[in-house]
């Protein structure tokens, strides 16, 4: 499957990146550039729930496919979504649904760092989604 230019954006930029401090200090960086939901949009029928830091989750779907929105209190996970998301713009449900993000958080180089607190938030996440394109 073709990465989304984003995505592949993304990629190039965290190849790039030598070590943890350069890597932790993008994900900031895109995290800051993470469309900001509304106050209305932050609700909690839009709270994913498993997170420990507060996390929502907006979907729409557009001529079939999938638009996300994401905002979080915790400024490293509002990078992980950020990243989370470009991969999964645009996408059908059955592409959504056969999409392998722990390999995705790999290529970016970021598995290794992500605690086990994070990594069941961005499960929490995918769950989310995955809810919300059964439901649809």
């Known amino acids: ?20 401090e350069q ?5 900031m960086q895109i995290g800051d550039r993470l469309e900001p ?3 209305a949009e932050k609700v909690e029928a839009n709270r ?3 997170c420990e830091s507060l996390v929502w989750l907006v979907a729409e779907r557009v001529d079939g496919l999938w638009r996300f929105k994401a905002s979080s209190d ?3 996970l509002r990078g992980l979504l950020a ?4 991969r999964v713009q645009g996408l059908g449900s059955v592409e959504l649904g ?6 995705w958080f790999s290529q970016l180089g970021l598995e290794r760092q992500l605690s086990p607190s994070r990594s069941n938030g961005l499960h929490a996440v995918l769950q989310r989604m995955a809810e919300l394109v059964a439901t649809a």
Do not use: K, Y
């Open 1 to 20: 499957m073709t990465l989304p230019i984003p995505a592949q954006e993304a990629l190039a930029q965290f190849e790039q990146a030598r070590g943890w």
């Open 23 to 27: 890597r932790a200090r993008l994900l």
């Open 37 to 39: 939901l509304d106050e």
């Open 48 to 50: 994913v729930h498993g």
């Open 74 to 76: 915790a400024r490293l």
């Open 83 to 86: 990243l989370l998301l470009v």
């Open 98 to 103: 056969g999409l392998d993000l722990r390999e």
